[in-house]
């Protein structure tokens, strides 16, 4: 039984991107052995994902109804696609071709009513439902079940990229009606042709959707003011088991707590998020970029704080430590490196550069070469030369290198968190400390480098990359003791386990120990009341039953001592 809604390109089943991008093993080679060179490590000699063909999966345990079997699926390629998200972990298991946890069903609704009529069967059959977007989840957030699986009758997987329109557009108050399963190229695709952008760019944009945006909390490229996708909605909309939930359009409201805050950062728990209405604005057409060297990565951090809190609001302002700034090509490896960038639709940004370049230079900044600033006009965009060009494009091609990282042996995974600015430099010192004395012990070698993704006039939002040598066979775990070590440092030292990427599986240990007790109490009498049977994404932010949920509590204060 085949989806009708399967895109025209086959996604990868195991990795990032398109079946038809994915190079030979002789470009595999060649590129194994520039990144070897680079970084000391990895395998010149790749290896190759199991082929689908070799993947062996268990039988369905669902059937879906006829009248729903023309937008559902049971076929292998669809259930391996929709088994894992992209994490470093995901990719390491389906790489290996260990499918074991994927969806019974995938159905691919397209309008509302039959998101509804699958939620209706999926819950009279009583099994889980998993909510998906674009399948990019770094957190495990539509993965395998894990321990909850044996409460399911199955698990149905419902992919809503099928919702993929722009259906109105309020040019007066600058506010657009999307359908939850619009991508980020093919909504600001349909934004275009009016003039406009939602201006939302997380690294995940070809593929990540705005409904998986919403129930993530995602962030965006930009890194100051209207970064966060709650910035940016209006009123959400979602099928539930309880029925419709949707807010009222306003741009402002004290109606006591949130319908959309409760929606925003959901991760699926409370419904499918069918769509949304969002801010959108003009489409910038002056923008002005500049790449500031720094002796110290702290001296960086110090014009970093005044750029946050002077009122300024740059669109890009990147602090990058000197060993990533080398890894990325961006650098030299001696100097911390800030990008720094403004845009707009209204007014000449220059003015605005210069008081920031002047702001970099009383922190001991340097400009290289002299040169301040590029600035393309009347639809232009800067030239990708220098190192904010070097920057940008290893900022995009990092999803894709991750799949080749996997195959050479190198242990490549990310984590993010915010503090305030007050904490920072104990708070770096100690997870930085924690996190290389983990990579030590269980890699015996490899990096730990931090660059700023966003900053606030209160924090940043310090982000850790790792690089390590692993050992085939024991990625997950080596992975694992890393994750453990780090994520323990940065909720002893204060901060957030996540920034941006959300909780799903793989951070519930320690967002139970970094929500307040009550909090937990209200999230799971939520949850209850509007999906009783616990069958929407289970295990993602609270677990399926209120006798498991109270042992989260217990152990939430058992944490913290």
């Known amino acids: 039984m085949e989806s009708a809604h399967r895109p025209s390109r086959r996604l990868k089943h195991w990795g990032w991107g398109y079946e038809d991008e994915q190079p030979s093993q002789e470009q595999l080679r060649a590129a194994a052995g520039a990144i070897a060179d680079r970084l000391g490590f990895g395998s010149r000699d790749p290896q190759a994902p199991v082929p689908l063909s070799k993947v062996s999966l268990p039988s369905p345990r669902l059937q879906p109804p006829p009248a729903l079997e023309g937008i559902c699926s049971l076929d292998r390629y669809e259930r391996a696609l929709h088994c894992y998200g992209r994490s470093y972990s995901d990719i390491v298991r389906a790489f290996r071709g260990q499918f074991d946890g994927s969806p019974d069903v995938v159905a691919r609704p397209r309008d509302e009513r039959e998101v509804e009529a699958v939620l209706e069967w999926a819950l009279s059959a009583g099994a889980a439902v998993i909510p998906f977007g674009g399948g990019t989840s770094v957190v495990g957030g539509v993965g395998p079940l894990a321990g909850f699986a044996g409460r399911y009758s199955g698990v149905v997987t419902v992919d809503l990229k099928a919702l993929d329109r722009v259906l109105e557009v309020d040019r007066a108050s600058l506010g657009a009606r999307i359908q939850a399963g619009a991508t980020g190229p093919g909504l600001e695709e349909q934004l275009a042709a009016r003039g406009l952008t939602l201006r939302h760019f997380p690294q995940s944009f070809q593929f990540s959707t705005l409904g998986g945006w919403i129930a993530t909390r995602a962030g965006g490229h930009f890194a100051t003011l209207y970064t966060h996708i709650d910035d940016l909605v209006e009123s959400v909309r979602a099928v539930t088991p309880a029925g419709v939930w949707e807010s009222r359009r306003l741009p402002g409201s004290g109606a006591g707590v949130s319908p959309d805050r409760m929606l925003i950062g959901s991760e699926g728990t409370f419904g499918l998020i069918t769509e949304a209405w969002v801010r959108v604005r003009p489409r910038p057409d002056r923008r002005a970029s500049a790449a500031v060297r720094f002796d110290e990565f702290m001296a960086g951090a110090g014009a970093v704080r005044e750029l946050a809190q002077s009122g300024l609001y740059p669109a890009n302002c990147r602090l990058i430590d000197a060993q990533e700034a080398a890894v990325t090509g961006a650098g030299d490896g001696r100097s911390a490196l800030l990008l720094v960038g403004f845009e707009s ?72 968190t915010a503090i305030t600015w007050d904490r920072f430099e104990s708070f770096h010192g100690s997870v930085m400390a924690a996190a290389q004395a983990a990579v030590r012990e269980a890699c015996g070698a490899g990096s730990v480098t931090c660059r700023f993704t966003h900053v606030y006039p209160d924090g940043p939002a310090p982000y850790y990359t790792v ?15 890393i994750k453990r070590a780090a994520s323990d440092a940065v909720i002893a030292a204060g901060g957030t ?35 009783p049977a616990g069958a929407l994404n289970p295990g993602v932010l609270i677990d399926p039953d209120g006798a498991t949920g109270q042992s989260e509590v217990t152990a939430a204060r058992r944490g913290r001592g």
């Open 345 to 416: 639709a209204e007014h000449d940004v220059e003015p605005w550069m210069d008081v920031a370049l002047r702001i970099c230079s009383d922190h001991g900044g340097a400009l290289p070469n002299g040169s301040a600033s590029r600035t393309a006009r009347a639809g232009g965009s800067p030239s990708a030369g220098g190192s904010v060009g070097s920057w940008r494009e290893a900022f995009l091609r990092a999803p894709y290198l991750r799949d080749t990282f996997v195959a050479m042996g190198i242990l490549s995974e990310t984590f993010e």
């Open 497 to 531: 386990i996540t920034h941006h990427h959300a909780v799903g599986r793989e951070h519930r240990p320690w967002y139970d120990r970094q929500r307040p007790d009550p909090f937990a109490v209200a999230l799971r009498a939520a949850k209850a009341a509007v999906d």
């Open 467 to 481: 690089l390590a040598p692993a050992r085939p066979g024991e990625e997950l775990e080596q992975w694992a003791a």
